[in-house]
């Protein structure tokens, strides 16, 4: 046994070889309630064993995966082939990740839902197009999964970008287009629409609501008031959208592109006040790997997402040491509210954080099969050192 300082300013015993230090700090292990390991159908960007590989050494032991896969997660049999596949690939490398699963909300199969309320973490709406091709474009059908989900006691996770909006931008839109024009097509009126919409229905049915990628000041002020209205609404934001900006076109071009989009750089600002006053309760990488080939793709072909998962933390701990956020305020965003709103039982996982180690990101480093990241180059400080799961030590070697 070996005696570590918590987080909190306790100390810990752990029986691992590792020995304490000055800088290092153990964290519970983070839950990320929003990944796409693109397993089944795309597994040239990503499956589950070299996606497990990424979030251990992201400082991560527990995942929630998204349902826009090939085929789509929308059935109960799609849903049990899904969970063979990634059991399967979790045990070839010897990752047995703590995960569970979204089912993709789509109107021609809502009742399946009642089918698979004890068998996933929530529904999955996507109010406006991403990747894939699950949304749900009319108040029937929204109406309808409120109404379900409340029923079945579901929480319901939603994309909230109005696909209505988002189509009169576009036919609105005189091209060429270029990176930056995504960032005016899917509009911040868009999200704020969407947003309203969907706690209304919450207002209507008490369906337990988590807003995905908050990303605006619109949003976080609808948030706000449905918070102090008591309703059963949480907020999740994004590394990308608390660090990137829409001045991040000019230089990571197709990599900058992401659903929904970076936005003008005082949305960042207002995301920050946000967490400070518990307006946001999580945060999501959102990880959602492509090739670099499809990233340099011309706008139009440029598929929206980044990977995300491996940096989250030390971007997090790079902005303590800014002062820009607090040590209780990290373990919150990374773990505590996710246990909460999701009713996860408690485990015994750790990350261990060397708080003074300084590196580059640099895609020689990443576990991630797509191998790139939007914050390559940057020098950040506080990174994972090693990754406590089921007693299990796996070290992150940098």
């Known amino acids: 046994m070996a005696t570590f300082q918590y987080w909190d300013g306790s100390t810990i015993e752990l029986d691992i070889l590792v ?14 309630p929003h990944v796409h390991f693109r397993t089944p159908g795309m597994e040239y960007k ?8 990424a979030t251990i050494a992201g400082g991560y032991t527990t995942v929630f995966d998204m349902p826009n896969t090939l085929p789509p997660t929308n059935t109960l049999d799609r849903l049990i082939d899904k969970k063979k596949i990634i059991d399967a690939q979790l045990a070839e490398v010897g990752i047995p990740l703590h995960y569970d699963l979204f089912f993709g ?9 009642p089918l698979i309320k004890d068998d996933v973490i929530g529904i999955k709406v996507f109010m406006g197009c991403s990747t894939g091709n699950l949304v749900i474009d009319d108040d029937e059908s929204l109406h309808a999964i409120f109404e379900i989900a409340a029923k079945h006691q579901l929480l319901v996770a939603v994309h ?19 990176y930056a024009d995504h960032s005016k097509i899917r509009s911040i009126e868009a999200a704020q629409v969407a947003v309203e919409k969907a706690i209304s229905l919450t207002r209507l049915y008490g369906t ?42 000019a230089s990571l071009q197709g990599r900058a592109v992401v659903n929904p989009p970076l936005r003008p750089a005082h949305h960042t600002e207002i995301l920050f006040e946000a967490i400070n006053q518990g307006i946001i ?14 990233k340099g793709q011309a706008y139009g072909q440029c598929p929206s997402g980044m990977p995300g998962i491996e940096t989250t933390f030390p971007l997090l701990f790079t902005a303590l040491h800014q002062k820009l956020l607090t040590l209780a305020q990290i ?19 750790y990350v261990g954080i060397y708080l003074k180690k300084v590196k580059i990101v640099e895609k020689k ?26 007693n299990q030590l796996y070290r992150v070697e940098q």
Request: net charge negative.
């Open 19 to 32: 020995e304490p230090r000055d800088d290092l700090i153990i964290l519970p292990a983070g839950i990320d």
């Open 46 to 53: 990503e499956d589950w064993r070299t996606a497990a590989k």
């Open 105 to 113: 909300a789509d109107k021609h199969h809502l009742d399946q839902i």
């Open 160 to 178: 909230a970008e109005d696909e209505h909006i988002l189509n009169a931008n576009k036919k609105a839109a005189l091209g060429p287009l270029n």
């Open 208 to 249: 337990r609501l988590y807003i995905l990628h908050v990303s605006t000041a619109e949003e976080i002020q609808l948030i706000k008031q449905a918070k102090t209205e008591n309703l059963p609404v949480f907020a999740e934001t994004t590394p990308h959208h608390l660090f990137l900006n829409d001045q991040c076109y």
């Open 281 to 294: 309760d999580t945060i999501g990488s959102d990880h959602a790997p492509h090739t670099l080939a499809e």
């Open 331 to 349: 373990v919150s965003l990374t773990s505590h509210r996710a246990r909460e709103i999701f009713s996860l039982p408690p485990n015994q996982d």
């Open 365 to 390: 480093f990443l576990r991630t099969k797509c191998a790139w990241s939007a914050f390559e180059g940057q020098k950040l400080t506080g990174w994972p050192g090693f990754t406590l799961l089921n």
